[in-house]
């Protein structure tokens, strides 16, 4: 029988990057939402996880116009 503990760490994880493009594509889809991601994005950017280079990016590729309007205010609330 496998332990929890195991399991947990064979289980597949999101990278920090593909985090990132699943809160722009929550985003794009719903912009009401641009408030809750950007939190989860700012933290993020602060660890180092991702670079704004990195959300710039993916912003640009999957169309997320008010990601790239936050970023362009220096994190401040659009």
Not at 9 to 27: E, M
Not at 38 to 47: C, F, G, P, Q, T
């Amino acid at each position: 029988m496998i332990k929890l503990s195991e399991f947990l760490r064979a289980c597949a994880r999101p990278s920090p990057r593909h985090l990132a493009a699943l809160k722009i594509f929550a985003v794009r889809n719903q912009p009401e939402r641009l408030d809750r991601e950007w939190a989860d994005l700012a933290w993020l950017l602060r660890e180092n996880l991702v670079s704004s280079e990195e959300i710039r990016e993916l912003a640009e590729r999957y169309g997320g116009r008010k990601i790239l309007q936050r970023l362009d205010t220096g994190f401040r609330r659009s």
